[in-house]
């Protein structure tokens, strides 16, 4: 999952790419010197601070989640400086005028993040290592040496979680490359390069819809699951709540991951992923419940309500801009405007994001409840609320898990989301007779 942090250095990135002029102020190569400094310089300074924190190895995990945390803030703080204080995206945009292809100017925007973000993960390596072996002092057995460590973290970590969302950005940019270069003699009369090019970018969109869950799948290291009990289980339940063409795969982690997600949004082509933690640390009824909140997700189809912000937001900031620049010829002051545009429309992506994901949540948790009444045996004794907070009690602890993050709403928020007292009446006649036949019998 993406942090606020993350999306923001996104949306810094792009911002700044847009408001940089052509007219680098220093030689290429000082710029590119500048800004991989800075990235060194704030990713060495994170280092520096775990070597003071060795006194107490069995701390040290927790000093690097605080110093990471800093540093990725610190990040999104010195963004701009590094990319146009420097002029290294003015630097990009005269080349990309000069003809480089608009991907690799995408590519050369974000490599400072990119290489930013790889530092903090090999300090992490490092750090579950040293915590490897202090738990192997104290009794434990499993240790890895960091290369292992990373290794994982570059499957699983937040720097994949980063190119994960800069991947749709890059293909757009390939796209509207492709398209650029492809020959239009064979284009109908009618047919506009604009209309060209957005069409060609549709079927791109398409195209990556369909190959990106299996592409991202193997990338994480996603395998079909071997327990042939809970594959057989989990197909029941897609067959009896009609859901088709989800394939379920467990996500190899060294027991770090214990969470669960459907990849993909096109039918036929998702894959519901299931920690190798969160097999090993709920049961079976809480597993149920679990995989029930991702079938509640697709039935929904919270995947189109989560990317309403990005589509509306887009839509509003290009008409604005396109009255703009009908009215406004002063260059000083479109630029001032552009910027004031993009930052607001920014602002209200991340609210719009934060509040839809937060609401999708909440959502498929208490339909996953009804759910489990129509296709789990087990229901018919235990009630699926009951069940489903035990579970989420189990995944979410300690105050970093339970806290509220901008995607997800708090342990506390969830747990009162599953109260009857947030049900309809409809529900509470269902739960009502469920408990008077459990009575009877």
């Known amino acids: 999952m993406v942090s606020l942090r993350q999306f923001a250095m996104i949306l810094l990135t792009l911002v700044c790419r847009e408001i940089a002029g052509n007219q680098p102020h220093l030689p290429w190569r000082t710029s590119l010197l500048a800004t991989i400094g800075i990235s060194l310089g704030l990713g060495l300074l994170v280092k520096t601070h775990m070597i003071s924190a060795l006194h107490n190895p069995l701390a040290v995990e927790a000093a690097f989640v605080r110093s990471r945390r800093w540093a990725e803030i610190a990040w999104c703080c010195f963004l701009p400086a590094a990319l146009l204080a420097t002029g290294w995206i003015s630097q990009l945009n005269l080349l990309h005028v000069q003809g480089l292809p608009q991907t690799v100017v995408l590519l050369g925007a974000f490599l400072p993040t990119v290489l930013f973000m790889f530092l903090l993960e090999i300090t992490a390596a490092q750090v579950d290592e040293i915590r490897d072996l202090a738990n192997s002092n104290h009794g434990g057995t499993e240790t890895h040496n960091w290369v292992g460590h990373l290794r994982l973290r570059l ?210 948790d208490r339909r996953a409840c009804e759910l489990a009444r129509r296709a789990c045996p087990w229901a018919q004794s235990h009630s699926p609320n009951d069940v489903l907070a035990d579970a989420l009690q189990k995944l979410l602890q300690g105050p970093d898990s339970a806290a509220m993050t901008w995607l997800h709403p708090s342990l506390a928020q969830r747990l009162d989301n599953l109260k009857p007292s947030y049900w309809s009446p409809d529900m509470l006649d269902s739960e009502m007779v469920s408990n008077t036949n459990q009575f009877n019998l």
């Open 155 to 364: 499957r699983l970590g937040d720097l994949a979680s980063l190119l994960t969302c800069l991947t749709p950005v890059l293909l757009i940019g390939l796209a509207s490359d492709t398209a650029t270069f492809l020959p239009t003699h064979w284009m109908p009369e009618f047919a506009t390069d604009s209309w060209f090019k957005f069409s060609f970018l549709l079927v791109g969109i398409v195209a990556f819809g369909v190959g990106f869950p299996a592409a991202i799948s193997r990338w994480a290291g996603a395998e079909p699951i071997t327990d042939r009990d809970l594959s057989v289980r989990i197909q029941l339940y897609f067959a009896q709540l009609g859901v088709r063409g989800v394939q379920p795969l467990i996500v190899r982690s060294n027991q770090r991951w214990a969470g669960a997600a459907v990849v993909g949004w096109f039918p036929k082509c998702r894959k519901l992923w299931l920690g190798d933690a969160l097999l090993s640390t709920l049961d079976s009824r809480e597993l149920d419940m679990v995989i029930m909140h991702e079938i509640a997700h697709v039935e929904r189809k919270h995947f189109l309500w989560r990317s309403l912000p990005i589509f509306s937001t887009a839509l509003i900031a290009c008409g604005v801009w396109c009255g703009l620049r009908a009215f406004i010829t002063h260059e000083l002051v479109l630029t001032g405007l552009q910027f004031a545009l993009l930052s607001t429309t920014g602002f209200g992506l991340l609210l719009g994001l934060s509040v839809l994901a937060k609401f999708c949540e909440l959502d498929a």
